[in-house]
């Protein structure tokens, strides 16, 4: 089935809850960005983390981005969701390859690191930015994510999050689960999330036993008469477009336009997290410099 965002309350309202399963959408990014196995992985994991903060954002136009800099060999990953939970990324060294844990899984802690933070910026169309930072515990993600809601947001959460990579290096499986007790929920609700979460197992070993996000929910929470309140596909999505990075170059101002002019005669751009590339002629930076100037002599008309 394609990917897909739900999103659930249980029917005494002490338990809200959201999966998603993001098996075509990390595929997409795996592609893109020629990942091997273990930053495959570990972005994977941050492009379903955003896409479930994203969804929560009801604005129009609101996003969440999650960045991750853990001092490990993969250095920084960064992920984007809209208010859909669609969502982009990236990842500073894609090619990172290690030895398996002993285990036999992919030792993606290791290649976060630990010796960082995650930070969760909420652009919700104010003025400036929600910006939240933890310090990294174990570098899996899903057990960061949900220390920064307890320590930043008070909001006592369970986390899954998980990829699974297939011999070919495809993505087999791919998705989290986002469990979060409400005001007023007491022990006995909480002793049955804690239940529900050890007895499911792993998020990929649910997602290959059915690859449904509201199946992979009700089985964590089958202690719970829960209701679903939404599902949304969901996808690998950028905005960027040539008026965006039109927008870019003319952030440069206009002494670096020149410079670039005067060495490169030219200006190639590309998008870090769809590998769209955009040529900008000689003919189209003189333009933009014209454009520049109208605008600054209509400011000093003003």
Do not use: W
């Not at 969502?87 to 390859?97: E, F, H, I, L, Y």
């Not at 307890?150 to 011999?167: K, N, T």
């Amino acid at each position: 089935m394609a990917d897909q965002l739900v999103r659930a309350i249980s029917a005494d309202g002490f338990v809200k809850a959201t999966a998603v399963s993001t098996k075509f959408l990390t595929e997409r990014a795996r592609q893109i960005h020629r990942t091997l196995p273990v930053a495959t992985a570990a972005l994977g994991r941050t492009l379903a983390a955003a896409s479930m903060l994203g969804n929560a954002l009801k604005d129009s136009g609101s996003s969440v981005t999650l960045q991750l800099k853990g001092g490990g060999s993969l250095g920084t990953i960064l992920a984007v969701s809209d208010n859909l939970g669609n969502v982009r990324g990236t990842v500073d060294n894609p090619d990172v390859d290690l030895p398996l844990r002993q285990d036999g899984k992919l030792n993606v802690g290791a290649a976060v690191g630990t010796d960082g933070t995650l930070t969760v910026i909420r652009d919700l169309n104010m003025k400036d930015p929600y910006v939240g930072t933890v310090s990294l515990l174990s570098g899996e993600i899903a057990d960061d994510l949900a220390s920064y809601f307890v320590e930043s947001e008070q909001i006592p959460s369970a986390c899954g999050l998980g990829v699974l990579v297939d011999r070919d290096q495809s993505v087999k499986v791919a998705g989290g689960y986002l469990i979060q007790l409400m005001p007023g929920a007491g022990e006995d609700v909480i002793g049955k999330v804690e239940g529900g979460v050890l007895a499911a197992g792993s998020v990929t070993h649910l997602l290959e036993e059915c690859d449904d996000p509201e199946t992979m929910l009700r089985t964590i929470l089958s202690d719970f008469d829960i209701e679903v309140l939404e599902k949304t596909p969901v996808e690998y999505r950028c905005p960027c477009s040539r008026q965006r990075m039109e927008r870019a170059l003319i952030s440069l101002g206009p002494d670096e336009m020149r410079a670039m002019l005067e060495e490169q005669g030219q200006a190639e751009l590309n998008c870090r997290f769809c590998g769209e590339r955009q040529l900008f002629s000689r003919n189209d930076l003189e333009n933009l410099l014209k454009k520049m100037n109208k605008q600054k002599n209509k400011k000093n008309e003003i």
